[in-house]
């Protein structure tokens, strides 16, 4: 069965970091883009990072660059994203999703399947 499980959000500081997760399962990691979204209260999910398949090329929000760094582990079957220096604007919850192919990834209409999302709160 095809799945994508968050972990690693939660209560941080302004100036924090945290590590998130996407554990997936049911495909060949490597094959394919992975792309993290977040939806913040009252706003429309946006694209904060890709990384394609086989090459891993990754690509980066304007709004998190220099401050997200996005990561794949093909022999643990996960996607990592590290954010360092959280602003109280990062708080949302975080996606990560897998496309349709190995290098698109930056668009929602891009993404096949779904996780189910998990919340980073930034605030002091």
């Known amino acids: 069965q095809l799945q994508l499980v968050e972990s690693g959000g939660g209560l941080v500081q302004p100036g924090g970091s945290l590590r998130l997760s996407c554990a997936v399962s049911g495909f060949t990691l490597g094959n394919f883009a992975i792309g993290w979204f977040r939806q913040a209260p009252g706003k429309e999910r946006e694209g904060v990072s890709c990384?394609?398949?086989?090459?891993?090329?990754?690509d980066y929000a304007d709004s998190v660059k220099g401050r997200f760094t996005i990561s794949r582990d093909n022999a643990k079957n996960t996607v990592y994203l590290q954010i360092n220096s959280l602003k109280p604007e990062d708080t949302a919850v975080y996606y990560c999703?897998?496309?349709?192919?190995?290098?698109?990834?930056?668009?929602?209409?891009?993404?096949?399947?779904w996780g189910k999302g998990t919340l980073v709160t930034v605030s002091s």
């Open positions: 999703a897998r496309a349709r192919s190995y290098y698109s990834c930056s668009r929602q209409e891009d993404m096949a399947y």
């Open positions: 990384i394609s398949g086989f090459g891993g090329v990754t």
